[in-house]
């Protein structure tokens, strides 16, 4: 097969993993060698299907032993196949980076023969990279669950940053859907990359302090940092019926335990026909949205899980971003003196992030700040007014300081299409980077086949993406309830299975793995 060939395959057949990002790491360029990494500078674009721009995303293989009812390259699915060698993937990255179309490399594999088998393939690759091309540039490399501990080792001396994808927030969910993974699998490289970090970073910070009273001599040649940019997950959102607080919870839980620097949530696309998997055709990004930004609230903004949502109300409301809704539901927290409040409080205001609560706290240090001040220092005073005063004056003047009032001047859907953002929220399929290539969900959505249900689980609704039975409500009931409530369906299935948190077990108490 020619290269152009399985490029082709192996492109399309990556899209789906959206857990990359920007680098998170500083290297500058050395002499003799090729390329270097800035902390912010390589996926800072995404295409209309989700794929980082920026990086070559591609699969080693998409030849795999598994069989996980969601994912296109299953073993049972009849799609081309392909592989590249080691050696013909590091030279078409090299090819590529230096007729500047990409800034990284974002490597990931179907399952060949075993875990360990296709993890030495990669290994085999980054080496090729690094050390056969001096290549410095940005590598984001996955790693296969029940992968042996010395190539999780060598992997992470190689790459920059590592992932293993947690695939589903449950492990009843997990056992359904993808029967030949086990969450130990998943759960222990996960801790191995987190202690490997935390070893690597104090050995060099014992090494930077020059302890020792006889003089050291530097080695002639360094060894690469173990995983410098950290490690992220992935999780698949709307293939099972887990609620947004579950999901929510286990992502808090990963941040405590592991450390991670980043979880991915990614709306399930529908590109099988399996019985297992729900029947509605739409792309659930609307919720993926919300779950980003509470995500977000979590990492950046000192909000706790239970702060954002509750098991009465489990699911996002879709109608107000989480913080407004946080806000709106706690009225007596507001309004908040922009001149004197403290920093916390500022980052509790809608429409003032992180860098807006530091601009105020430099700014009024000088002067007194009004509307003026405030947009000049890129508050969203639109929505940021209802909660605040300027100087003893309430900004938010002609509307009533009510949940209801408020919750219908925030309200609004969300709106895609504008200023390049996607244009639709529910798309009945991802695109494809190369429109020659045939892959079943394009088989499916051309010939317009119905999809059956997942039994024992009703219909979900297409604007708020929630399974269960829930009667629909009307549109100024949404706009009145705090949050939309839903109850779980009484399947085969059950969320509860896993207990209320879900893997947080598997987290917080190590068993063993099985053989």
Not at 365 to 376: G, P, S, V
Not at 432 to 449: C, D, I, N, W, Y
Request: overall charge positive; proline content about 5%; hydrophobic content about 40%.
């Amino acid at each position: 097969m020619e290269l152009i060939d399985k490029l082709e395959i192996l492109a399309d057949a990556a899209k789906y993993d959206v857990a990359c990002t920007s680098s998170g790491i500083d290297r500058s360029a050395q002499k003799g060698k090729l390329g270097n990494t800035m902390a912010a500078g390589c996926c800072h674009s995404f295409s209309a299907d989700g794929r980082c721009i920026t990086l070559l995303k591609v699969l080693m293989t998409n030849v795999c032993v598994y069989d996980c009812a969601y994912c296109v390259n299953r073993a049972s699915n009849e799609v081309p196949r392909a592989a590249f060698t080691p050696r013909e993937l590091a030279e078409l990255t090299i090819a590529f980076y230096r007729r500047n179309y990409i800034e990284g490399l974002f490597l990931s594999s179907g399952v060949v023969r075993d875990p360990d088998h296709t993890t030495e393939l990669m290994v085999r690759t980054l080496s090729l990279l690094r050390n056969e091309h001096g290549f410095r540039g940005y590598i984001h490399a996955k790693a296969v669950p029940g992968t042996s501990p010395e190539l999780i080792e060598a992997l992470g001396h190689l790459a920059d940053r590592m992932s293993v994808n947690m695939e589903l927030p449950s492990q009843r969910s997990l056992a359904l859907l993808a029967p030949e993974k086990d969450k130990q699998r998943i759960v222990t490289p996960m801790r191995q990359i987190r202690d490997g970090i935390a070893e690597d970073r104090d050995t060099r910070a014992i090494m930077r302090r020059n302890t020792a009273y006889l003089a050291q001599r530097r080695p002639a040649r360094k060894e690469r940092a173990f995983v410098p940019a950290g490690q992220s997950t992935q999780m698949i959102v709307g293939a099972t019926p887990e609620s947004d607080f579950q999901i929510l919870n286990l992502s808090a839980a990963l941040y405590r335990t592991l450390s991670l620097k980043r979880v991915f949530f990614s709306a399930y696309t529908p590109v099988n026909d399996d019985a297992r998997l729900p029947g509605a055709d739409a792309v659930q990004l609307n919720r993926e949205h919300r779950l980003y930004q509470a995500d977000w609230l979590l990492r950046f903004y000192r909000f706790d899980v239970a702060e954002i949502i509750d098991e009465e109300h489990p699911f996002l409301d879709l109608d107000l971003d989480p913080k407004a809704n946080w806000a709106v539901n706690h009225l007596d927290f507001f309004p908040v003196e922009v001149n004197t409040a403290p920093f916390e409080a500022l980052l509790r205001v809608p429409g003032i992030g992180v860098r807006g609560a530091h601009s105020i706290m430099r700014a009024r240090r000088a002067t007194c700040l009004r509307e003026t001040e405030l947009r000049k220092l890129g508050v969203a005073y639109k929505r940021a007014r209802f909660f605040i005063t300027c100087a003893g004056t309430y900004a938010g003047a002609g509307v009533d300081f009510t949940p209801e009032a408020l919750r219908a001047q925030l309200a609004a859907p969300i709106e895609g299409g504008r200023r390049g953002r996607r244009s639709d929220k529910a798309c009945p399929g991802q695109l494809s980077l190369f429109e020659s290539v045939e892959t079943p969900e394009k088989a499916r959505v051309g010939a317009g086949r119905p999809r059956t249900a997942l039994a024992g689980h009703a219909e979900p609704n297409a604007r708020s993406g929630l399974y269960g039975n829930a009667s629909a409500r009307t549109v100024e009931t949404k706009r009145t309830a705090s949050r939309p409530r839903a109850r779980a369906d009484e399947g085969a299935l059950a969320p509860e299975a896993d207990g209320t948190f879900g893997w947080q077990r598997a987290l917080e108490m190590p068993e063993k793995v099985p053989a």
